[in-house]
């Protein structure tokens, strides 16, 4: 088999659909429905069932697919490592962080980071801080970056930033300060479970005294967007991160019902085994180096 092959294979695998994944490839349907079949004719297994317009993997197709995601990675370390003699004038890290470092926090450090080495390029993907470390531990990334508190022995972890977490609402707060009981009263919106925001907010409401039963109750929804937008719309209280909701508060759309809340580190982490290329290890000072 060839890597060119594997990677048309992961790339349907992931998409789910072939002239999707051969756009995403830049190659054409034939091409990669090609690749496809060159791989199961030669092994003589068939990788995917075709389910009205889109496909599915198949059993055999789903064992395959971290060992080919294994293989694809160690291609791009041995790259990587002999891209060591050019510097820093070129290179590429694959990223997935969770959804608040990826759209709030990350974007103005990859600007100012290209600014000093334009060669550098990045793929960035979004997962909650729970699928960062899976995706991380099977091969599929270079780095990730959660908010969540991962420590497993195959990952390495360096804390690269912090935040800040706030109570808000669509109306301010009934009184101050806010009693345990005017908490526990309110509907509450959450993030899914899985994500940093959740365990970050539900820890949170713990150390408020709301009770457990608040927290099954409430309206849980799938993105920081979500939930900000229903909060805004009087769904109820939640507790964001304050890079998500600056805006909303300078408008007044949301209101900050004045509780302090624990401060919470956002982390890099690599796997332990991967190749650290300069790229790599050049990015990671430039965000220890420029907090925000």
Not at 206 to 214: A, E, H, K, Q, R
Request: aromatic share 6%; hydrophobic share 45%; net charge neutral.
């Amino acid at each position: 088999m060839t890597p060119e092959q594997l990677r048309v294979f992961v790339t349907v695998a992931e998409m789910e659909h072939m002239t999707r994944a051969a756009q995403v490839l830049n190659m054409t349907q034939s091409t990669a429905s090609a690749a496809i079949a060159a791989l199961e004719n030669r092994h003589e297994v068939k990788l995917f069932d075709r389910v009205g317009r889109g496909i599915a993997l198949t059993q055999e197709g789903r064992a395959f697919l971290p060992e080919a995601r294994a293989v694809l990675a160690q291609i791009a370390e041995a790259e990587a490592a002999l891209a060591e003699t050019r510097g820093l004038a070129r290179g590429h890290i694959r990223m997935i962080a969770s959804q608040t470092i990826a759209g709030y926090w990350l974007p103005p450090h990859l600007a100012a980071f290209r600014v000093r080495f334009p060669g550098i390029t990045f793929t960035l993907d979004i997962g909650n801080s729970e699928e960062a470390g899976a995706q991380l531990r099977a091969g599929g990334y270079d780095l990730a970056f959660v908010e969540g508190h991962i420590d497993e022995a195959q990952l390495v972890r360096r804390q690269v930033g912090a935040d800040r977490m706030r109570l808000v609402s669509a109306h301010p707060p009934p009184e101050q300060p806010v009693r345990q009981t005017s908490l526990a009263a309110q509907p509450w919106v959450l993030r899914e479970a899985g994500s940093g925001t959740r365990s970050n907010a539900q820890a949170a409401m713990t150390g408020l005294g709301v009770p457990p039963d608040v927290v099954e109750a409430a309206l849980v929804l799938p993105s920081n967007e979500a939930v900000m937008s229903a909060v805004e719309a009087g769904a109820g209280l939640t507790i964001l991160s304050a890079h998500v909701i600056a805006r909303s508060l300078a408008t007044g759309a949301l209101h900050d019902w004045g509780v302090t809340l624990p401060p919470r580190a956002f982390y890099a982490l690599r796997h332990r085994d991967h190749h650290v290329s300069r790229a790599m290890r050049a990015f990671i000072d430039h965000l220890e180096a420029n907090p925000p």
